[in-house]
């Protein structure tokens, strides 16, 4: 057999071989969505706890099996990293030392879970200049994003957020929050009504920070009343993060109580997606044993 028929042999056989591996990483990558579907619909948040990390390190794997390019695992990633550590890392315990441990996991977490998302956007080299450009320039940037890119825009801001938020003693991490909150208020624009009305809890975490950082307790609670009145006031995630983070810097012991109370008597179908109720439930538990200590 002549060399250059074996070269040629080999050459198919490669490129076979490379054509199997991405045929069979995308198919299993669409099943990702099934998977995150009924992670979201499950109601025994311990089952999920125990379950989620292998597939988290599956879709770290197809991630890296198809060279970072498939855009679909890619944000599959940002989603379900970022889930992962606010669902399961943040508030998780009122131990002090198990909570600082958790923490500085859930700030790993979100920052890749980030780094997933600018993987796509960083493909636009106008999106990949306006980052490492001025406000101005982001601003500019954000009419090219339309209703299709909704997911990607909030999933990919909310780490970079919750990351900054773990983070704010970095001055470079706080130099990157008015970039955020442009992505953010984008999304809003497009669709303020995504997943219960999602974007709005985030921006009830901006608006309740100090005033140094753009804090502003009365806008805090215009986000508070728009998702309660998008979700129908179903979605009790948003009652638990008004609790920790608007009660607490406002030092309204009394709603703080309140809202914990809401979240803990609250029905545990109130919503398809019952793990976020049994998240809001878990956290808001751990939440009330530092009332000591927040008020």
Excluded at 6 to 17: A, C
Excluded at 137 to 147: H, S, T, W
Excluded at 173 to 193: H, Q, S, Y
Excluded at 259 to 285: C, S
């Amino acid at each position: 057999m002549s060399k250059i028929l074996i070269n040629f042999i080999m050459i198919i056989i490669l490129v076979t071989s490379c054509s199997i591996k991405r045929i069979t990483i995308d198919s299993t990558g669409l099943f990702m969505d099934d998977i995150s579907d009924s992670f979201f619909e499950e109601g025994d948040i311990d089952f999920a706890e125990q379950a989620i990390p292998a597939n988290l390190k599956l879709l770290d794997g197809l991630i890296k099996g198809s060279s970072y390019e498939n855009d679909g695992l890619l944000l599959k990633g940002c989603k379900m990293f970022g889930m992962y550590a606010m669902g399961f890392l943040e508030d998780a315990n009122a131990d002090k030392k198990i909570e600082k441990k958790n923490l500085k996991r859930a700030s790993a977490f979100y920052e890749k879970a980030k780094d997933y998302g600018f993987l796509i956007f960083k493909k636009k080299a106008d999106f990949k200049a306006a980052l490492e450009g001025t406000i101005d320039d982001f601003i500019k940037i954000m009419p090219a994003f339309n209703e299709n890119d909704v997911e990607l825009l909030f999933w990919t801001a909310f780490a970079w957020g919750s990351y900054i938020n773990l983070n704010r003693t970095s001055p470079y991490a706080i130099a990157d929050l008015p970039k955020v909150k442009i992505m953010m208020e984008r999304v809003i624009e497009l669709n303020d009504k995504y997943f219960y009305g999602l974007p709005h809890l985030f921006m009830i975490v901006y608006y309740s920070m100090p005033k140094m950082f753009g804090g502003n307790l009365e806008k805090a609670k215009e986000e508070y009343d728009k998702i309660t009145k998008i979700s129908d006031n179903k979605f009790i995630l948003a009652d638990f993060f008004m609790a920790k983070y608007y009660a607490v810097q406002a030092q309204d012991k009394e709603l703080f109580i309140k809202l914990l109370d809401k979240v803990e008597n609250a029905p545990d179908d109130i919503i398809k997606e019952k793990l976020f109720t049994q998240v809001a439930k878990k956290k808001a538990a751990v939440l009330k044993e530092r009332i000591k200590e927040l008020f």
